[in-house]
């Protein structure tokens, strides 16, 4: 190993006792491991921590630290300038974005203009739908769905030519759900997958364990609530995303086929078939609703992402359904609950069919194909979704890679030990969204089904009418296939 990356190692140790995420005792152990030993190990991890102790300010590590810039970039498209739609403004990711853009133009010298996208992905998709319409060359590189890609292939531009050995490295399902008719549509940026988020402190203060059902859940959530209303007003149980958008979709996927639901719509020998109308699906849109003024707030059919998010990191939700992303913004110095959070399967049903469920996610970066700068926009996405690119990712925002790899890097394993420990939720164990079913419909489905589940959360209709309904609307919906 050489010099400096030892000492890269070294200082990533010692930032992981600082930050509480790591024992003295661990983080020599790990250090003998990269063949110093002990005594040497325990003292310069002594001494580390002292000093950063005692300059506060070098422990808050800079956006963008862990980067480490591919190499092979091309420096022949330098002064080009694209404009690349991600994140939305107040999204944890902006300065690791902002920071990653700065290395790509100090290597490269192409310039970015970074343009804030919409937070919720049904308002994005509308925005993409409207400027994409316009053939509009003002934007070069979007973030796009795991769901959108039968939507938006046809305003693609091909990378398979310039990066399809690159997209071999990935995971092969996300390339071959951004393949269209041939065509590589988008490359894999990070992937995502439905988690279920709780507080160890009070499960332990109440004498609880991790509930694995959803009857254990609810226990669990009414015994805390309960015990910390008598101190805390605001708390609640739980907190997750009921707002009529795509997150609905994702939270009402896994009620359902955690409960021997189904997935919606399903392919039935070669033909898309309905299968929501079903016993268990409605029971679990019934449990749901159940919630709402109970043990979740009434507010939750409003909520999306960032809002359920501030409910736990603010201290007054013990679980938390959201995606993976909700690690880097607990467990750092700062957070009210670092060090008191945890992670793990969402809860399952007991009857027939019932197994956890996780909603499949993830982003993937499309190139335009009315941008007139499509060479820097491809180099752009090569470097931003490379191992390199995304390791550091996935040390500084705990978003999923799509390249297995990565998965088992020590440095990952060190910010963010949870990667690697729920790789079998990550790979493979997900659910999938009918998007494929569905091809370019799927967001005229979506809409049918959070509409109608939105409507089942606030009290407007009864979970077996509302499946009912959403039946014949998606029935319809999907007969213009
Ligand atoms: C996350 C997922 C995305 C999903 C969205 C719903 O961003 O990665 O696939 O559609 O949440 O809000």
Known sequence: MQNDELQGQLRRLIDGVMNGKMSRREAIRRATVLGISAPVAA???????????????????????????????????????????????????????????????????????????????????????????????????VQIDVIHPGILAQHAFDLAP??????????QAIV??????????????????????????????????VPMTWSEFETAAQTIQEGERSSNPDFYGFVFQGNAYEGLTCNGLEWQYSNGGGRIVEDVEGTPTVTLNNEAAIASFERA????????????????EPDSLNVFQAGNAAFLRNWPYVWATTQVEGSPVNGLVDVGSIPMGEGEGASHAATL?????MVSKYS?????????????????????????????????????????????????????VFQGGAVARPSSVTSFLYND??????????????GQAEAAAAVEDITSQIEDIISEL
């Open 43 to 141: 003292s310069l991890i002594r001494s580390g921590v002292a000093m950063a102790q005692s300059t506060p300010e070098a422990t808050a590590l800079a956006p963008g630290h862990s980067i480490v810039v591919p190499e092979g970039l091309r420096t022949d498209l330098a002064g080009q300038r694209i404009s690349v739609v991600l994140a939305d403004a107040s999204s944890p990711s902006v300065p690791f974005s902002d920071a990653a853009h700065a290395r790509f133009t100090e290597v490269t010298g192409i310039e970015i203009n970074s343009i804030p996208g919409e937070q919720s992905t049904t308002d994005r998709l509308a925005i993409y739908n409207q400027q994409f319409a316009a053939q509009s060359s003002d934007i070069d590189v």
């Open 361 to 365: 996610g993830g982003w993937q970066l």
């Open 372 to 424: 007139q700068a499509t060479d820097a926009a491809v180099e752009y996405v090569k470097y931003m979704t490379s191992p390199e690119i995304q390791k550091a990712k996935a040390i500084e925002n705990s978003n999923l890679p799509t390249i297995a790899s990565v998965y088992d890097d020590a440095d990952v394993a060190a910010a963010s030990e949870f990667i690697p420990r729920l790789k079998e």
């Open 445 to 458: 489905v979506s809409i049918a089904y959070f509409t109608g589940l939105n409507q089942v959360l606030t």
């Open 162 to 171: 310039a990066l399809s050995e690159q997209a071999s490295m990935h995971f």
């Open 176 to 209: 071959e759900n951004n393949t269209v008719n041939g065509a590589l549509i988008a490359m894999p940026w990070f992937t995502d997958a439905g988690l279920f988020w709780y507080r160890t402190d009070l499960l332990e203060k109440y004498g609880l364990s």
């Open 289 to 304: 609703r159940s919630w709402v003024g109970n043990i979740a707030p009434e507010g939750v059919t409003t909520y999306q």
